[in-house]
T-cell receptor
């Protein structure tokens, strides 16, 4: 069975801390791994990763894929209260229709 | 900016009612998707459509059907709502299969009493 597992399930940090969120996957076919941020409504896209070892970066957020370990990490440095959200990891199953398998998400709370 | 809209943010229905959830995207996207999101289970794919009148079952299609009569609109139908269909329903669209991301609507929180 195809599955995506995220850890930790939830996390509370103080503003300014650095956090690392984990995503591991076991799927029959792999095209890419995607990260989304979900606040109170629609998930918004953060990164898509297709190649191992190449870091993608956007401001204080960065992510990298390890195809050998079947995993990815999402780093957030100098966290702010606005980073509080659920972070979702999804794998594109390469079916030709962008069928995604999602993890359960990591709920991050950044306290002032 | 791509916009995906859903007909209702909150909906309360009774067991046995027929329920329609509507999703509209304004960027001429080929593919559209319906997910439900439940605590501890994440997002699970119900149905998707890759063209007008074309549909494919996702991972949990039981109890649901869909309709795509126009490219911009994808409807999710609960033929006879049950309490275990109480959930957050999210619609998404993407331009083509190799696109970078799916764009999500704001979600409809459905409660079935």
């Amino acid at each position: 069975e195809d599955k995506v597992v995220q850890s930790p399930l939830s996390l509370v940090v103080h503003e300014g801390d650095t956090v690392t969120l984990n995503c591991s996957y076991e799927v029959t076919n792999f095209r890419s791994l995607l990260w989304y941020k979900q606040e109170k409504k629609a998930p918004t896209f953060l990164f898509m990763l297709t190649s191992s070892g190449i870091e993608k970066k956007s401001g204080r957020l960065s992510s990298i894929l390890d195809k050998k370990e079947l995993s990815s990490i999402l780093n957030i440095t100098a966290t702010q209260t606005g980073d509080s959200a659920i972070y979702l990891c999804a794998v594109d199953m390469n079916t030709g229709f962008q069928k995604l398998v999602f993890g359960t998400g990591t709920r991050l709370l950044v306290s002032p | 900016d791509v916009k995906v809209t859903q007909s209702s943010r909150y909906l309360v229905k009774r067991t046995g009612e027929k329920v329609f959830l509507e999703c509209v995207q304004d960027m001429d996207h080929e593919n559209m998707f319906w997910y439900r999101q439940d605590p501890g289970l994440g997002l699970r794919l119900i149905y998707f459509s890759y063209d007008v009148k074309m549909k494919e079952k996702g991972d949990i299609p039981e109890g649901y059907s869909v309709s795509r009569e126009k490219k911009e609109r994808f409807s999710l139908i609960l033929e006879s709502a049950s309490t275990n269909q109480t959930s957050m329903y999210l619609c998404a669209s993407t331009q083509w299969a190799g696109a970078n991301e799916q764009f999500f609507g704001p979600g409809t929180r459905l409660t079935v009493l």
